[in-house]
C-alpha cells in the first residue's frame, strides 16, 4: 500500500530545505510607510492540505529561523528590490513561498496531485505579482471598463435618463476591477476583503440598475426604495464577513444568489421588449454571458505552468463582455433620449 503524502514526506531528521538557508533568499525590508504596512502586513490564513504538511511547516520553521533573524536578515532587506519592499513582501513570506516549492516537488516525485496552500494553489512569482495572470486579467477588465465608459461619455449626453446611473454602476465596477487587481497581486487580509465586497457591491449596483431602468424611470419612488434595500443588504453583508465570520460558502451563496436575482430581472425585461428593442438581444447575451463564464470557476486545476488557473481563464474571458455590455447601454440611453424627447411612453 502506497504511504500517504504526509507519511511519505517524512524523515528522521526532518526536512533539509538548503535552499532556504542560501544568503540570496531576498525577504522584505520592515522599514515601509505605515500605510503601506496597513494595507499588506496581514496575510490571508485559510488553511490548505499543503499548509498543513509537517515538511512544509518545518522547512518554513527551519528558513525563518536561519534566514529572518540578525545580520542575514539585514542583509536581505539591502537586496531587495524596492518594487517587492512597496508591496509587503516579508522574509517570512519568502519561506513560505520556496517552502511552498520544495513540497511541490515532493508531491509529484512521489506522484501526488499538487496540493493547494492557504486556500490557493501555487503560482510562480512575477515580478511582485503572486498570480500574474489573474492580475493581468483584471487589470485588462478594468482598461475594458473605463475605455467603454469614455466612449459613453463621449457618445451619449448628459441629458439621457440613465446617464447617471450608468455613470455610477461604471465607477462601482472600475473600482472593483482595481482592488481584484490589487488582491491578485498581493493577497492579504485587506486585499482579500475588499476584492470580495466590492465584486458584492458590482452585483448589487447591477440589480438597481436593472430596478432603475425597468421601473425607476416611471417609478422614482420604487428605486429608490429598493435602493435604500440594497444599501442595507450590502452592510449587513459586509458587517456578518468584516465582525462575525468571514464564511466563504456563506459568501459565495450570498453572491450567486443576488447574481440569479439579476439574472432573472434581466431576461425578464428583455423578454417583454424583445419586438420593440432590437438591441435587446445584448443585454441578454452579457447576463447568459457572465453567468456562463462564472461557471469556468468549477474547472479549479491546478495552474498551467504555474500560472493560468480557472479563475485567471474566467478573468480573461469577461474582458469582450465590456464591449457589449457598454454596446447595449449606448444603444439604450440614446434611445431613451429620443423617446423622452418625443413624449413617448418609456418601456
Not at 504596512?37 to 485559510?46: G, R
Not at 536581505?76 to 519561506?95: E, H, I, K, N, V
Request: net charge positive; hydrophobic share 45%.
Amino acid at each position: 500500500m502506497p504511504q500517504s503524502p504526509r507519511r511519505a514526506f517524512l524523515s528522521p531528521d526532518g526536512p533539509r530545505p538548503t535552499a532556504m538557508a542560501s544568503p540570496s533568499l531576498r525577504c522584505t525590508s520592515v522599514r515601509l510607510p505605515a500605510l503601506v504596512l496597513l494595507l499588506v502586513s496581514v496575510t490571508t490564513v485559510q488553511s490548505s492540505q499543503g499548509d498543513k504538511e509537517p515538511v512544509y511547516r518545518d522547512c518554513v520553521k527551519q528558513c525563518v529561523r536561519t534566514n529572518c533573524t540578525g545580520a542575514r536578515l539585514r542583509g536581505f532587506q539591502s537586496a531587495q528590490p524596492q518594487y517587492m519592499a512597496l508591496t509587503g513582501w516579508t522574509c517570512r513570506d519568502d519561506c513560505r513561498y520556496q517552502c511552498m516549492w520544495t513540497t511541490v516537488g515532493l508531491y509529484q516525485a512521489e506522484g501526488y496531485r499538487v496540493p493547494q496552500f492557504h486556500g490557493k494553489w501555487p503560482f510562480a512569482r512575477f515580478l511582485c505579482f503572486e498570480e500574474p495572470a489573474s492580475a493581468l486579467a483584471s487589470l485588462l477588465n478594468g482598461l475594458a471598463c473605463l475605455l467603454m465608459l469614455l466612449r459613453y461619455r463621449s457618445t451619449v449626453p448628459r441629458q439621457s435618463p440613465m446617464y447617471h446611473t450608468i455613470n455610477a454602476f461604471s465607477l462601482v465596477s472600475l473600482n472593483a476591477w482595481f482592488w481584484s487587481t490589487v488582491f491578485h497581486t498581493r493577497d492579504t487580509y485587506l486585499t482579500e476583503k475588499m476584492d470580495y465586497f466590492c465584486a458584492t457591491a458590482v452585483i448589487l449596483y447591477s440589480i438597481y440598475l436593472c430596478c432603475v431602468r425597468t421601473l425607476g424611470l416611471r417609478r422614482p419612488g420604487v428605486s429608490s426604495m429598493v435602493g435604500v434595500l440594497l444599501i442595507l443588504a450590502f452592510t449587513s453583508h459586509v458587517s456578518y464577513l468584516t465582525f462575525i465570520s468571514f464564511d466563504y460558502g456563506y459568501n459565495m451563496a450570498a453572491n450567486a444568489s443576488i447574481g440569479m436575482v439579476n439574472l432573472l430581472w434581466w431576461l425578464c425585461w428583455c423578454w417583454q421588449n424583445r419586438r420593440t428593442l432590437p438591441y435587446w438581444w445584448k443585454c441578454g447575451l452579457v447576463v447568459l454571458l457572465l453567468h456562463g463564464l462564472a461557471l469556468l470557476e468549477l474547472l479549479d486545476f491546478p495552474p498551467l505552468l504555474w500560472v493560468l488557473d480557472a479563475h485567471a481563464v474566467w478573468h480573461l474571458s469577461t474582458i469582450p463582455v465590456h464591449f457589449l455590455f457598454y454596446s447595449f447601454l449606448i444603444d439604450d440611453s440614446l434611445y431613451l433620449l429620443n423617446t423622452e424627447k418625443m413624449g413617448v411612453k418609456v418601456e
